[in-house]
């Protein structure tokens, strides 16, 4: 009987707990939502902001968002995906191997605002690169690449071995084996990596903070060299001015925008691993 | 009866644990032979030694040598692809690939290309044509009795298959590569009784053209479909012979108390 007792205890106390976490992003989500609907036009989504950030829209730090999620792709991508390969497929004795997988476990836990002064000491000052494009998404980059290679290493890792062998057994070489059966079906778990490693580099602040993004600019940027604005900062900017109720309705409109970009990003991640679940069931 | 596979003074080591002590055998061409014994006595060792898929793990060490055709396939000079080309590998469980029947046979040839000749060594190769390949997967099929039954949804995935079906379509994936050896582990192990009598009926009709090496717990299947058995112990080859012999008079001890089911 107390054992019953104490069993029901803890389910509620389970249960209490799951619906605490639901409420609070229900809370947070809704706030969120209900501030911000009333902001969103398509006049917001495609103008520069006028007068102080009272007028107009957010376009060119929808802009930059996305030419930072871009180049962050183009440079974490494949650095990510090829390490996770030689990690997994190539590793053998090496004890580089071994050194590489403790690194990577241990980078994913560095907080954004180290990478942040990272960037700014080597990307902006040594190597000369100047606030810029580059320099921040190399920054976000050096961020997710743990994310996109532990990512890419577990679904490799899902892969069973049964298919590497089947397809060695044939005669081909360990690089045709990997290129034709071992990245394919791993893709989907590759490619969903990405997308959430991308969408938590959507919401940084610290690293593009020192690396290259500014409040104001009248002009798309031009190249990499150019410095840019984003969302996220854009919204920390400003939140933490003195007079931050002025520019209230541009706040939550950027912030329910940015919300509704990782929202997709992460739905497109759950689609994708459902649709190809089915056809890879080994 | 004319040797193909001979195998001299194998030693096998995964770390320290020894899996295989001193093998000496001669398998002959166009014959099957059995390979039985207790499980963890190396029978999977040993057939995977011979189409050195041992290499693949990471801890193995190999010594002795295997001769193929009179030549030693662990030679520094030797091509591993190649040799796996040569030398075909089905496994226990059936591992079709992930794709439709069609590219699960056409996947190797479309790699390999025309010349599997060895001594091109993959340099020169020609495309098979779309027509040729096609003609390739029926035969490769028909030659593993599952033509039949598959004509009409080369399309579909493999995964739809039976596992019996599955475990056909994996042998005709290995034939579609031409070997001349084909090594099976336990084909049957994880197949009912009438998908088991169907590959044992085509492994007795595979031997025409190929020299065939099966491993198998069961050995009513040894004593059924292979000329020569091979009874392995504790990593040591204890017996070797015609599978009548074996059988009905065994000259060790040991493979007596194993075939009579009086060994643990
Ligand atoms: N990949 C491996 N790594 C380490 N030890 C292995 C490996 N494969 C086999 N062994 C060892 O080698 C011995 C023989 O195994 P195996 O050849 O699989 O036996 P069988 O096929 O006769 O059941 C066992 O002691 C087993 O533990
Ligand atoms: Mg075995």
Not at chain 1, 268 to 274: G, K, S
Request: charged letters at 20%; a positive charge.
């Amino acid at each position: 009987m107390r054992r019953r007792t104490k069993e029901r205890l803890f389910f509620m106390l389970f249960r209490g707990c799951a619906w605490a976490v639901g409420l609070a992003l229900l809370i947070i989500v809704g706030y969120i939502v209900v501030l911000g609907i009333g902001v969103i036009s398509w006049e917001f989504l495609t103008e520069f902001p006028r007068r102080g950030f009272t007028e107009g829209g957010i376009f060119p730090a929808i802009v930059g968002t996305l030419y930072l999620m871009a180049l962050v792709m183009v440079i974490a991508v494949p650095i990510g995906v090829l390490t996770a390969v030689y990690i997994s497929e190539y590793q053998g004795k090496s004890r580089f191997a071994g050194a590489l997988r403790v690194a990577v476990n241990n980078l994913a836990g560095v907080p954004s605002i180290v990478y942040g002064l990272l960037g700014l000491g080597m990307l902006v000052f040594y190597l000369n690169w100047g606030f810029s494009l580059l320099a921040s998404a190399m920054t976000l980059a050096f961020l997710v690449l743990p994310l996109v290679i532990t990512a890419s290493r577990e679904a490799i890792q899902a892969v069973p071995s049964s298919l590497r062998e089947a397809s060695l057994a044939l005669g081909t070489t360990k690089w045709q084996t990997i290129r034709h059966h071992v990245l394919p079906y791993s893709t989907p778990g590759i490619l969903t990596g990405i997308i959430l490693s991308l969408s938590r580099a959507a919401g940084e602040t610290a690293p593009i903070l020192l690396t290259g993004v500014v409040l104001t600019k009248t002009i798309l940027p031009q190249d990499v060299w150019d410095t840019f604005m984003a969302m996220p900062f854009q919204l920390y900017a400003l939140a933490t001015r003195t007079v931050f109720e002025k520019t209230a309705d541009f706040q939550y409109g950027t912030a329910l925008v940015l919300l509704i970009m990782v929202v997709l990003m992460n739905l497109a991640a759950i689609v994708i691993r459902n649709r190809y679940r089915e056809k890879y069931k080994w | 009866m004319s040797e193909n596979i001979k195998v001299t003074g194998l030693n096998v080591w995964f770390d320290k644990n020894q899996a295989l002590k001193d093998v000496s055998i001669t398998i002959p061409k166009n014959e099957i032979t059995a390979v039985i014994g207790p499980s963890g006595c190396g029978k999977s060792t040993f057939i995977r030694c011979i189409n050195r898929m041992n290499d693949l793990v990471p801890k193995c060490k190999v010594t002795g040598r295997i001769e193929v055709d009179g030549k030693d396939i662990y030679d520094a000079d030797v091509d591993v692809v190649e040799v796996r080309k040569r030398i075909g590998m089905v496994f226990q469980k059936p591992n079709p690939f992930p794709k439709s029947i069609f590219e699960n046979i056409a996947y190797a040839p479309r790699i390999h290309g025309k010349d599997l000749d060895p001594s091109l060594q993959g340099t020169k190769v020609t495309k098979y044509t779309k027509k040729e390949l096609a003609e390739l997967v029926e035969r490769s099929l028909r030659r593993a009795a599952l033509w039949d039954e598959v004509k009409d949804r080369m399309e579909k995935s493999a995964y739809d298959l039976s596992g019996g079906q599955q475990q056909r379509l994996c042998i005709a994936r290995t034939m579609a590569v031409d070997p001349e050896i084909i090594l099976f582990d336990e084909p049957c192990s994880a197949l009912d009784p009438i998908a088991t009598a169907k590959i044992e009926d085509l492994l007795v009709d595979l031997k025409k053209d190929y020299t065939v090496v099966i491993v198998t717990h069961n050995m009513q299947q040894a004593a059924r479909v292979a000329d020569r058995t091979a009874f392995f112990y504790l990593g040591e080859l204890i017996e070797f012979g015609e599978t009548e012999r074996i059988f009905e008079k065994p000259e060790q001890k040991l493979t007596e108390q194993y075939i009579t089911g009086r060994m643990g």
